[in-house]
């Protein structure tokens, strides 16, 4: 398999960072590798912010490139917000998906926000939505996780989601060697958990910054 990279990329066992503007370059890069995946994102919120036909537009292709369920499991786990979720859902539903469920994530600690208007932010709403066929390789999982929030001041990036919290979704919805991709990977958050999981898994960040901060994770992950 060939990989095309403007920028750059790292391999590890099993992973692969590479460092990309999603956004503007992986439309090609997806659909020439044929990757058979699940597809978890932490981030698109940030992306999300700065395209919303990108962000559609990229779901197409995210739904292309999904292992059917047929064939085994492709889901795609998206990370949202009240306000701006049913946006995301109709994308989904556009694209090709099939929305099962949402799960809530239990922050135990609220946010900011207004604070004199709106209830403390203590949670956070996650899509699951998947590819034709599907079936839980385990145990079905329970619609709440509740996790801690990383506290603000340990925090590497503004959307940083606990490790565990991303190992428990992988494990509910993958087996051990199932590949992952977090096209929008961060400071490596996902990368860590698929490791430490047992699961292949490729990333991809633009910024420099986070690109080297997941390196540096990654290589220090003990599986």
Same mark, same amino acid.
């Given at each position: ?32 590798? $044929? ?55 109709? &994308?989904?539903? =556009? ?14 600690? $609220?946010?900011?926000?207004?604070? /004199?208007? &709106?209830? &403390? ?7 699951? #939505? ?11 999982? /329970? ?23 991303? #190992? ?16 929008? #990977? ?31 994770? =990654? ?5």
């Amino acid at each position: 398999m060939t990989y095309h990279v403007r920028v750059g990329k790292v391999n590890y066992d099993n992973i692969i960072l590479i460092r990309l503007d999603c956004c503007n370059e992986l439309v090609t890069y997806f659909i020439c590798t $044929h990757l058979w995946l699940q597809i978890i994102s932490s981030n698109l919120w940030r992306f999300y912010k700065n395209s919303v036909f990108s962000f559609i537009w990229f779901l197409y292709d995210a739904f292309r490139v999904l292992k059917s369920g047929e064939s085994g499991h492709g889901g795609l786990i998206c990370f949202t917000r009240w306000d701006v979720e049913q946006t995301f859902i109709d &994308a989904m539903k =556009i694209a090709g998906f099939n929305v099962k469920s949402e799960v809530i994530w239990d922050k135990v600690y $609220h946010g900011m926000g207004d604070t /004199k208007a &709106a209830f &403390a932010p203590s949670h956070e709403n996650i899509v699951f #939505a998947v590819k034709g066929k599907y079936s839980f390789p385990g145990s079905r999982p /329970k619609d709440l996780v509740t996790f801690p929030k990383i506290n603000s001041s340990k925090m590497v990036h503004p959307t940083e989601k606990p490790v565990g919290l991303l #190992a428990n979704l992988i494990s509910s919805v993958t087996k051990p060697g199932d590949l992952i991709l977090d096209p929008f #990977a961060g400071s490596g958050s996902t990368l860590v958990a698929a490791k430490k999981t047992g699961r292949r898994f490729i990333g991809i960040e633009l910024d420099d910054e986070y690109f080297s901060t997941a390196q540096r994770r =990654i290589e220090e992950v003990r599986e």
